[in-house]
């Protein structure tokens, strides 16, 4: 997601903007810019390209005020351009938004700011926010009261910071959905406003969170925390501690807990700069997929390791099930063994998010000596595994520290999806309607895997319950199978519990003999095809006296009539539950491992980064 940065104080506002956007760049970004209020009128300098550039910008025609914002964009709604870069202003010239996220109605909202004669100078989603403020401020409404009512008209998870020229002593932000952060920081005199802590470091320790719905009114003097229906909120105040390395953990215990709540975030990130939501169409620029190449694919390995194969295993489903090509997944470690048949319209595609995996890497080089063209997906940039592939898709997470691999999981899911849509859309296998239904689905992704994060504390319950068991049997069908394997790994990894995944139809070849009360089943059971099959394998496994966990879709009252614990997640396409499905799984893992104790970050035996065979 792109960057935020909000000053008010009594300093220069643009260098402290300018050197927080430039802590946030290795978020990736494509536009930058910034607005001050300078002697009463808002002035703004934003273009495509990087920070050096609108750097160069400022220094040639220069801004001076003591409030300000900044951002930085990947393009979601049209191109990177200076039209497009934030911040936007609106047609009174006295009100100026920037914003992270996807406004999932835009286009509605859009219609009718249309419709009572309002013109747009960008193809974003942002600009309808901007116009909505003043709409509502010529009914005679404040700045506070405008933006309420523009932030609770909002669908999807979004972070809005403002400014007008009328109300020059303050800055109001909001944090709208489920995903993306807000972080308010306590100076002297001086307030901040940022998507992230390392914005602002280096002038305040003490910060507070918004949390989902939740708008903050910033003045010199502090900040009043409401929620959108005008509740007061009590700010919890954390003080941020100097160690790097704790800094960098936030609110966090473990780098691992941290990481899964960034999936909200990270999913946006995934998207960021790679979807055209107004003309349904995926862009993967590193992959140089040509149409000739497209159309002259025969079949794709995936290989990859642990996580990454099961992350391959949904990624098969979803390139099959949407582009038709025939796929298979094999782990690195036997890739090389066993003679792949492959030539050269065979792609090999890798999925690493170390990029470093000699296993994953000696694959890659199994494909390159026969002639296959080489893909990957990583997530650690410059890596070998982008460095050697033809073509490549960045994960665009952010490091990943925790051994236990979460966000770098769910976002090559998503990347697969995309790489789907791209490839059905180049070898013309998608109708239109289809390719825009699919596109448009995938705007629902950070918001729902918000939802999930914030059923936590009912999974850290069940985490409780389950703390001393010995064993765990995790089940799924179709396109959740391997996150019944993630799952499973998930667990042993970092709680030593031994749990296997399993596709539950072979329940009854075998595995059935082992459930008695003493072996918890995890179960998908979520309503994608498989719904069916999946409730008689729970009640299966019932019968037997296991203690039934089951991940469920929001609003289904059969399951809980079967299952002793119920995961709750939120209804989602189904090619893309797997993506949502497997979140409260990470979360019980890293409870039951939390709880007793264990070393999270660093389980015994593991590394992050497995550069030997
Ligand atoms: C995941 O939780 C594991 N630590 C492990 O399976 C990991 O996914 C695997 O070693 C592959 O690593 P890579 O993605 O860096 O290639």
Redesign the pocket.
Known sequence: MCGIVGYIGARDATPIILNGLKRLEYRGYDSAGLAVLQNGKIEIRRDAGKLSHLIELVAQSPLSGTVGIGHTRWATHGEPSARNAHPHIGHTGRVVVVHNGIVENFLELREELAAEGVTFNSDTDTETIVHLVEHYQATGLDLTEAARRTFKQLRGANVVVLLSADEPDKIVTARIGNAGGVVIGYGEGEMFAASDIPAILEHTRKVTFLESRQMAIVTREGARLETLDGEPVEAKIHTIPWDPVAAEKGEYRHFMHKEIHEQARSLADTLAGRVDFQNGKIRLPELNLTPELANRIQKIYIT??????YAGMVGKYLIEKIARIPVEVEI?SEFRYRDPIIDENTVVLA???????AD?LAAMEEGRRKGAVLWSIV??IGSQ?MRIADGYISMQTGPEIG????K??TAPLVDQYMLAILLADLRGTLDEKTRRQLVSDLRLVPDLAGRVLNTEPEIEKVAWALKDIRNCLYLGRGINMPIAYEGA??LK?ISYIHAEGYPAGEMKHGPIALIDETMPVVALVTKDPWYEKMISQLQQAKARGGTVIAVATEGDDLVPTMADHVLWVPETPWLLGPVINVIPLQILAYHIAAIRGLDVDQPRN?????TVE
Do not use: H, P, R, Y
Request: glycine share 10%; aromatic share 4%.
């Open positions: 990859a390791c642990g996580t990454a194969a690195g999925i690493s998010q170390s990029g470093e995996t994953t997530n650690a595994a051994v236990a691999s979460t770098a999981f790994l998930k990894e593991l590394a992050k980064s497995v």
